[in-house]
């Protein structure tokens, strides 16, 4: 009798966070809903309710952000059946610079310091994949991690195990999703910096740039295929804490940003005099590297080409007149 009134207890406590202590949050992201999916949950104000459920935020995250998004959609005076729950502002003890993160913080929200250095492009991430048997075609729906895709071990449908399956995209989960590194910064270390591997996904893709120095509050984990007994770790970023934009793309003027890129394009031109014009993408490429934003970068050289200080030769080649 004891478990079920605690199990009762339990889903109280997430009910009344939902519908009360974050009302206002909620109902603020049912009327943008669903363009708006996330619901970001202030965790001093978590814990400030129930120490307990507070505790739990951190250590077992997973478990609370579910709850969480059952509570929310459970309530029936808002239409929200998906939100994305956002928990940030936990406690400075569980504040790390790059690398300053410990094994026993594996499995555990953590919020993450340090300078934003390389960032891939955005590409779409199957956080469910529907694998069609191959001898029977039953789709096997299989939650994926970062990385190779799981395979299930036997098909739902015929019990075998041949393969290969085949990926359904229409029925697969899919999300945008974006890797970036994040660097240790303000370090002595120079030569060697810690680094560590940073996932975004969804409304978060687009939200930090090249150089940027962020705090980012996220689930500290392990890859799930590993190769090695030193494992390979990431964090899963639920929420972007503060964000302070690069340095280089605040220091730059328009003019010096055109200046660069006027440079740039004539630099590749003169490297490869038997190529016939620099290529746009390299020319990007490597102001991005540089700490300037793509979007800067492209709307600069618009502004150049306009003026016809650069001209564009062919398709995607740019040339100084
Ligand atoms: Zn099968």
Request: charged share 30%; glycine share 6%.
């Amino acid at each position: 009798m004891s478990v079920t009134f605690d199990e009762e207890n339990i889903e109280q406590t997430y009910h009344t966070l939902v519908r009360d202590v974050f009302e206002g949050t909620v109902r603020k992201v049912n009327s943008h809903y669903p363009d708006e999916k996330s619901v970001r949950f202030d965790w001093e104000r978590i814990n400030d309710f129930d120490e307990k459920t507070g505790r739990q935020s951190i250590r077992n995250p997973k478990t609370v952000r579910g709850k969480l998004e059952a509570a929310i959609s459970a309530w029936d005076d808002v239409d929200i059946p998906r939100s994305i729950v956002r928990v940030h502002n936990i406690p400075e003890k569980h504040h790390f610079r790059v690398g300053k993160q410990r094994t026993t913080h594996l499995g555990q929200l953590v919020t993450i310091e340090g300078e934003v250095v390389e960032m891939e492009g955005v590409k779409p991430f199957a956080r469910e994949a529907a694998l069609g048997c191959h001898q029977c075609g039953t789709l096997n729906y299989v939650p994926q991690s970062y990385g190779k895709m799981i395979e299930p071990a036997e098909c739902m449908g015929c019990e075998k195990s041949s393969g290969p399956f085949l990926f359904k995209r229409e029925r697969s989960d899919l999300i945008d999703y974006r890797k970036i590194i994040l660097q240790r910064s303000d370090t002595n270390l120079d030569d060697d910096p810690p680094t560590l591997i940073v996932y975004l996904t969804q409304d978060l893709v687009d939200r930090v740039g090249p150089g940027d120095h962020v705090s980012l509050v996220g689930y500290y984990d392990t890859g799930r295929i590993q190769k090695k007994s030193i494992l390979e770790t990431f964090l899963e970023t639920w929420d972007i804490e503060s964000h302070q934009e690069g340095v280089l793309a605040d220091q730059l003027s328009p003019d010096e940003l055109a200046d660069r890129i006027f440079e740039e394009v004539e630099q590749l031109q003169n490297d490869d005099p038997s190529s016939f014009g620099a290529d746009r993408d390299t020319v990007l490429d490597r102001l991005v590297d540089d700490g300037v934003r793509r979007q800067e970068a492209q709307s600069a050289l618009e502004g150049l080409i306009d003026e016809k200080e650069v001209s564009e030769v062919g398709g995607d080649k740019l040339m100084t007149t």
